[in-house]
């Protein structure tokens, strides 16, 4: 079965510094990554997927396959990223989950001034 | 906003009530899913369901209950049986339900026990 971690709970950082948000996975095959960002009192949203290789807000991840990770980073955090942010994992096009994804527990990120 | 909206907004549950929290989207989406949300433990799949009349169990469908009559459509119902109901509950769609697509969410429904 599949399994996304993320290790950190909470995260702070100030504006300015550079931010990065860790992610493992556990999935035999080719998974599909993706980060998705709930700011205050909006929905849940998608960020990012790897499979996209944009960058976006200025975020970008890499999908490090040898690691089993797929790291959220951005140089210069913003005051408006503040949010929580999910890592998630769904099977590759051969798989049977019908597009389920598995969530990590969730990063809150707190940009100070 | 992606055109999935959830209601109510809040919802209270008393003991040995069922309760049905709503899903509708109007973005044509064949695929719907149901999440639960808890502090520290991420979302979790409780149901989703592909296509209309067809749905399959998540990871945690104990105690939880839903249909897909319609396409707009995937009410989930809270039964007697869910222990530890209080939680958020997320709804999502997708186009077509396969690996690798983006989900859409709802606004979420807050279940509170009294």
């Known amino acids: 079965a599949q399994r996304v971690t993320q290790p950190e709970k909470l995260l702070s950082v100030f504006k300015g510094a550079p931010v990065e948000l860790k992610c493992n996975y556990s999935?035999?095959?080719?998974?599909?990554l993706f980060w998705y960002v709930q700011y205050s009192r909006q929905r849940l949203q998608l960020l990012l997927r790897?499979?996209s290789r944009e960058s976006i807000k200025g975020f970008t991840a890499d999908l490090n396959k040898g690691e089993t990770s797929f790291h959220l980073k951005k140089p210069f955090a913003q005051e408006e990223d503040s949010a929580m942010y999910y890592c998630?994992?769904?099977?590759?096009?051969?798989?049977?989950?019908?597009?389920?994804?598995?969530f990590g527990q969730g990063t809150i990120l707190t940009v100070h001034p | 906003d992606g055109g999935i909206t959830q209601s109510p907004k809040y919802l209270f549950r008393k003991e040995g009530q069922n309760v049905t929290l709503s899903c509708e989207q109007n973005?044509?989406?064949?695929?719907m899913y149901w999440y639960r949300q808890d502090p520290g433990q991420g979302l979790r799949l409780i149901y989703y369901?592909?296509?209309?009349?067809?749905?399959q169990k998540g990871d945690i469908a104990e105690g939880y209950s839903v249909s897909r009559e319609k396409k707009e459509s995937f009410p989930l119902t809270v039964t007697s049986a869910q222990k530890n109901p209080t939680a958020f509950y997320l709804c999502?769609?997708?186009?077509?339900?396969?690996?690798?697509?983006?989900?859409?969410f709802g606004p979420g429904t807050r279940l509170l026990v009294l």
């Open positions: 998630a994992l769904s099977e590759d096009a051969g798989g049977t989950s019908y597009g389920k994804l598995t």
């Open positions: 973005l044509n989406h064949d695929a």
């Open positions: 369901s592909q296509i209309v009349n067809d749905f």
């Open positions: 999935y035999s095959g080719s998974p599909e």
């Open positions: 790897h499979i």
């Open positions: 999502a769609s997708s186009i077509e339900g396969t690996p690798g697509e983006t989900q859409y």
